[in-house]
């Protein structure tokens, strides 16, 4: 069945054009600019009776949004992240994100292709929508080395996470992320790194402790800005000895961290970085430093900022400038009942992780509204980047004929109030509460399936499919 989606703004990342879209099957068969002399495609060859039309009037028409940073049943710190890969890819398509790329673990001890297969049998039968995987390493040595060549080579997965923080547990020296970086370099993958310098926070957490710090915003403040700036430096540094290995930051947070990502960038160097909606909102004070064990919802590693220093501004100041290439969600919820509350007294065993993979379109959008972004940075920090950044693009990323028709209708004049009476995650607060966005995910297409319609979910489990991935494509 053909479907022609009508009378909408199509929003490219080089802007937006009028224009309606042809869709066949699972892909996008045309885009046909009106105004230009271009008869309508209302009728003739593909187009008879079997053709639904949907009506885009008023709307913006953007690829489905792909969320490059997420875990779902991921375990951490004694239990596990909420959100199934069935609860969360649901609410990722409400939210109007179509793919998602969560992380694989392989723990220190274990062989990666194990690590892997753990994986893909939790999303077996159970994905709302497309996904893959980057793939953690949680011990660095000849056998996980050779291991990255294999993924590279067989299995789609071309990005590599590791940790210069949580000693103990993902924790790899100096010396281990060379190592890692050097196969990088020779078999084009990209390194992922969570840049905070963990022996040190670990010093200022017992510290902390010993003194009777015990609540959550202790958490932000044993990880001051300093320490993720170091990190970032020094991954950068490594990057450089290995033949200038693609580097992408996570969830950067921090105008110091930014600036050394902004030099390295300068240089023309394999440097990139995202940053979450956290961090562009949110703040230690407000959130963080709530009263009692309230701030327990928003810890989170890296850190929210202090609102009294200039973050959020430079944040999205990175954004405009590319500096900050994407925006993802670090998605990783915890409830408060049994999960966050096992930090009562000890802010240090606190879960970390916030949920937001259903709100990020619509938190973007407001930086939009509120002239912080162009409509055309707004798609490409959620969709068109992240794709080409982690090998899926032109298949995702892009409303262009024979990507996959993956597609938002998204009503910028709708009203979106965020709850957790009315979210989808599987949570039971929300860091996100009496949020008003101005603006709506109306409908979602994934692979030419209409999965949302009007706001109302009509998906189904099981039917996402595994993205093997390429190369990134900004490496140089």
Same mark, same amino acid.
């Given at each position: =069945?053909?479907?022609?989606?009508?009378?909408?703004? &199509?929003?490219?990342?080089?802007?937006?054009?009028?224009a309606?879209?042809?869709?066949?099957?699972?892909?996008?068969?045309?885009?046909?600019?009106r105004?230009?002399?271009?008869?309508?495609?209302?009728?003739?060859?593909?187009?008879?009776?079997?053709?639904?039309?949907?009506?885009?009037?008023?709307?913006?028409?953007?690829p489905?949004?792909? #969320?490059g940073?997420?875990?779902?049943?991921?375990?951490?710190?004694?239990?596990?992240?909420?959100?199934?890969?069935?609860?969360?890819?649901?609410?990722?398509?409400?939210?109007?994100?179509?793919?998602?790329? #969560?992380?694989?673990?392989?723990?220190?001890?274990?062989?990666?292709?194990?690590?892997?297969?753990?994986?893909?049998?939790?999303?077996?039968?159970?994905?709302?929508?497309?996904?893959?995987?980057?793939?953690?390493?949680?011990?660095?040595?000849?056998?996980?080395?050779?291991?990255?060549?294999?993924?590279?080579?067989? *299995?789609?997965? +071309?990005?590599?996470?590791? @940790?210069?923080?949580?000693?103990?547990?993902?924790?790899?020296?100096?010396?281990?992320?060379?190592?890692?970086?050097?196969?990088?370099?020779?078999?084009?993958?990209?390194?992922?790194?969570?840049? *905070?310098?963990? $022996?040190?926070?670990?010093?200022?957490?017992?510290? /902390?402790?010993?003194?009777?710090?015990? #609540?959550?915003?202790?958490?932000?403040?044993t990880?001051?800005?300093?320490l *993720?700036?170091?990190?970032?430096s020094?991954?950068?540094?490594?990057?450089?000895?290995?033949?200038?290995?693609?580097?992408?930051?996570?969830?950067?947070?921090?105008?110091? !961290?930014?600036?050394?990502?902004?030099?390295?960038?300068?240089?023309?160097?394999? &440097? @990139?970085?995202? +940053?979450?909606?956290?961090?562009?909102?949110? +703040?230690?004070?407000?959130?963080?430093? /709530?009263?009692?064990? *309230?701030?327990?919802?928003?810890?989170?590693s890296?850190?929210?900022?202090?609102?009294?220093?200039?973050?959020? !501004?430079?944040?999205?100041?990175?954004?405009?400038?590319?500096?900050?290439?994407?925006?993802?969600?670090?998605?990783?919820?915890?409830?408060?009942?049994?999960?966050?509350?096992m930090?009562?007294?000890? @802010?240090?065993?606190? $879960?970390?992780?916030?949920?937001?993979?259903?709100?990020?379109? #619509?938190?973007?959008?407001?930086?939009?509204?509120?002239?912080?972004?162009?409509?055309?940075r707004?798609?490409?920090?959620?969709?068109?980047?992240?794709?080409? =950044?982690?090998?899926m693009?032109?298949?995702?990323?892009?409303?262009? $004929?024979?990507?996959? /028709?993956?597609?938002?209708?998204?009503?910028?004049?709708?009203?979106?109030?965020?709850?957790?009476?009315?979210?989808?995650?599987? =949570?039971?607060y929300?860091?996100?509460?009496?949020?008003?966005?101005?603006?709506?995910?109306?409908?979602?297409?994934?692979?030419?399936?209409?999965?949302?319609?009007?706001?109302?979910?009509?998906?189904?489990?099981?039917?996402?499919r595994?993205? $093997?991935?390429?190369?990134?494509?900004?490496?140089?």
């Amino acid at each position: =069945m053909s479907i022609l989606i009508k009378g909408g703004t &199509v929003v490219t990342p080089t802007g937006p054009i009028e224009a309606d879209v042809v869709v066949e099957g699972e892909k996008i068969a045309a885009l046909v600019t009106r105004g230009y002399g271009f008869s309508e495609p209302s009728e003739g060859p593909g187009f008879g009776s079997s053709t639904a039309v949907v009506d885009a009037t008023g709307k913006y028409v953007i690829p489905g949004a792909i #969320d490059g940073h997420t875990h779902m049943q991921m375990p951490f710190g004694g239990t596990e992240a909420s959100d199934t890969f069935d609860t969360g890819t649901r609410a990722a398509a409400i939210g109007g994100t179509t793919t998602i790329v #969560d992380f694989a673990i392989q723990r220190y001890g274990e062989v990666v292709q194990d690590g892997l297969a753990a994986w893909h049998a939790k999303t077996a039968g159970e994905c709302h929508i497309d996904y893959g995987f980057h793939m953690i390493l949680g011990g660095v040595d000849d056998d996980s080395l050779k291991a990255m060549d294999q993924l590279v080579a067989s *299995e789609g997965i +071309t990005s590599f996470k590791l @940790f210069m923080a949580y000693p103990g547990v993902f924790y790899s020296d100096d010396g281990q992320i060379l190592r890692a970086m050097q196969k990088a370099r020779e078999n084009g993958a990209l390194i992922m790194m969570h840049a *905070e310098n963990g $022996p040190a926070i670990d010093v200022l957490v017992k510290q /902390a402790l010993e003194r009777g710090e015990t #609540d959550p915003v202790y958490h932000g403040i044993t990880r001051p800005q300093e320490l *993720e700036a170091e990190a970032t430096s020094r991954a950068i540094w490594l990057a450089s000895v290995a033949a200038d290995c693609p580097l992408y930051i996570v969830h950067l947070s921090a105008s110091k !961290a930014l600036e050394q990502v902004r030099n390295a960038r300068d240089l023309g160097r394999n &440097v @990139f970085a995202e +940053t979450c909606p956290q961090y562009l909102y949110l +703040t230690l004070e407000d959130q963080l430093g /709530a009263p009692g064990f *309230e701030g327990a919802k928003w810890v989170c590693s890296t850190p929210l900022r202090s609102g009294k220093e200039s973050h959020r !501004a430079d944040l999205w100041q990175g954004l405009r400038t590319n500096d900050l290439s994407v925006v993802s969600t670090d998605h990783c919820p915890f409830c408060m009942k049994d999960q966050k509350e096992m930090g009562i007294g000890d @802010f240090s065993k606190i $879960p970390n992780g916030i949920g937001g993979v259903e709100h990020r379109v #619509d938190l973007l959008y407001q930086g939009v509204v509120d002239k912080k972004l162009s409509l055309a940075r707004w798609v490409e920090t959620i969709a068109t980047t992240p794709a080409r =950044m982690f090998g899926m693009y032109p298949k995702k990323g892009i409303i262009a $004929p024979g990507s996959d /028709a993956d597609i938002v209708l998204y009503d910028p004049n709708g009203r979106t109030r965020i709850s957790v009476e009315t979210h989808h995650m599987n =949570m039971d607060y929300s860091a996100w509460e009496g949020w008003e966005i101005d603006g709506r995910v109306d409908t979602v297409m994934s692979r030419g399936e209409v999965i949302v319609a009007g706001g109302e979910y009509q998906g189904r489990k099981g039917r996402g499919r595994y993205v $093997p991935r390429t190369l990134s494509e900004y490496l140089v």
